[in-house]
């Protein structure tokens, strides 16, 4: 075990479906146990459900125990959706497997913007009786390296885990599975640059036949190097991930750690032919007591809603509204299928839609902190600032979850943008960052934030922090355009301090303020703006000799998102007609006939202003062009 310890470490640091699948005139009973950290819900009853929380919560305090900076501890409900047969699972799990010939899932992690599910079926009959339980809370404890860890090491250190074996005041861990090792013995192995390279698109991973290879091998592999490592004092696989972590390709690090590949499959090939492996024992670690779990009764039209909720996730919509319409119809009032017909009318770009959802969301279940904070994120996109309930439901939104990061990042977002509680609104970033420290975009709002506040420096010191948090190319961008921007902003003020302080300067003058001097140097609107933590994908740049063109009249629905996406339509005669920039940060906006008062922050303050935008044809036939120039006036 202490080859395994410093890698996994290093891990946890760095952080379609038929109509009588939905059938509900003859649902199952359904039941939800709530332990100290998940909730269970099942069709297979409450017993069934108490021993599936109590296995989790062993599991949890296991990797707890072995590794203490695992993400064990989330903000996000973990929960639990066990199907009592194939026909249940099948009704929920991705469309991506339910082809023929895929591979036949026992059970799935599913991460959710605001939750984390775990889908498990109860029917089959492993070696382990828990094996999947086990492999799919391994997932979920070290989703944070799942940006850089190779799906074999990822699926293989799942493997490793699933057969552990929890035996009173022993845990056995590692122990080998006979029929993976069977498997192993009549099948040809993959060969090591061919797994090293699988990707969640690869046959290997979805196919029934190449999938199983694929899952045995990469366990053989892992459990190969730990029990050796282990017998020889190293720490290959740690010494692997850190050439990735430092994005070096899985095949050139492989060779780089382990050394000879050909030698290296020629060694496992001998090894699952031995008559026994190896295994490790710890304690078994303290866990909550079964008699403090919550048994409750589930009616069908909640566990409809949670289920279409999972689809929701796994983008299955179609399914999921479905089910949802049953649902409101036999339960008008449910929270939940309100809440996430809001939440997929959200990414669906359905704004109107979605206002309408949440709102009945809020107003049904003011104890739920997602509807409070979706209701608020949509009630800021409209650019009605001024509107209270928004702030009420993002403290409330805090208050019901504390650990909830995108709260405060929203919250001090919208303070931002009123220009107000600024030292309030840095807090909350800080906070932000807390609970998600791996989050570039919490830190480079607390840098906007701290150049509101005088503190350019202050902000040069942590964007210098986030770049090496960044994920892509695209991040790496961002961090450099607001460096940028803060570098501009000082030089703006000490620019501005300067003349102020010239002999003969009137009062009025000296008591400009900073904002406004660097707003209106070279008539150009501030651009300096709180980045959203949402994604948009890019549209197709303009060719350089595309057609030009100009259009007049009133900006509605302006959306942003990552890394620096600005949509908006245009309002004129009539007609709407959306427009687009790829990087809004190299857009120009002017003011024609008025004086902004202090910055312009396009995300947020160009919602129903009269503007004149200059644009260039595009291969996108949904937009009228990529935006060239923005120029405001009243």
Known sequence: MKALLPFLLLLSALGSSTQTAFARDSGPTWVEVRSPHFTVMTDAGGKEATHLADQFEHMRAVLHTLFPNAQVNTPSPIVVLALKNEKEFKALEPAGYQA????NLAGYFQPGPEKNYILLRLDTHEEHPFATVYHEY???????????????????????????????????????????????????????????????????YHEENKGSIFYAES???????EITDQQHHQDRIAAYARLLVQKQDPVTAAAAAFGDLGKLQRELESYIREDRFHYFRMPSPATPDVASFQVIPVPQTDADARRAEFLAYNGRSADAHALLDAVLKEDPKNAVACETLGYMAL?????????????????????????????????????????????????????????????????????????????????????????DPSNVFYRINTAHLLVALDREDDALRVLAVARPLAKNSSQTALLDEAVRQVKEMKDARLASSSVATEPGMRAVEQATPRTEAASLQGKS?????IIPNVQLPPHPSAAANAPRHEARGVIHGVRCGAPSVLELQLQAAGKTTLFYSNN??????????????????PCSE?????????????????????????????
């Open 525 to 529: 609107l501030s651009k300096f703006d």
């Open 606 to 634: 160009l919602e129903g202003k009269n503007a004149r935008i200059s644009y260039a044809e595009t291969e996108d036939k949904s937009a009228a062009g990529e935006i060239l120039s923005v120029e405001l006036s009243r």
């Open 100 to 103: 023929k010939g895929q591979l």
């Open 219 to 225: 366990w053989a592999l892992v459990h190969f190097i």
């Open 138 to 204: 391994t997932h979920f404890a070290f989703r944070g390296a799942a940006d850089w860890l190779p799906l074999w090491l990822n699926e293989g250190i799942a493997e490793f885990f699933q057969n552990t074996d929890i035996q009173g005041k022993d845990v056995n861990l590692g122990q080998a599975s006979t029929g993976d090792v069977l498997y192993l013995r009549e099948n040809r192995l993959i060969p090591f640059p061919v797994l090293f390279t699988v990707d969640h698109d690869s046959p290997y």
């Open 584 to 601: 809004y940060f190299n857009v120009p906006f002017t003011a024609a006939n008025y004086t902004p008062h202090g910055e312009m922050h």
């Open 347 to 435: 990414h669906e770009g359905d704004m109107e839609t979605a206002r309408k959802w949440l709102t009945q969301a809020v107003k049904l279940d003011s104890k739920s902190y997602l509807a409070n904070y979706y209701y608020a994120s949509m009630a800021m996109s409209s650019g009605n600032l001024s509107d209270p309930s928004i702030e009420t439901s993002l403290k409330t939104a805090i208050q019901l979850n504390p650990a909830y990061a995108p709260a405060y990042d929203r919250l001090a977002s919208l303070y931002a943008m009123q220009h107000a509680h600024l030292e309030e609104a840095r807090m909350l970033e800080l906070h932000a960052a807390e609970y």
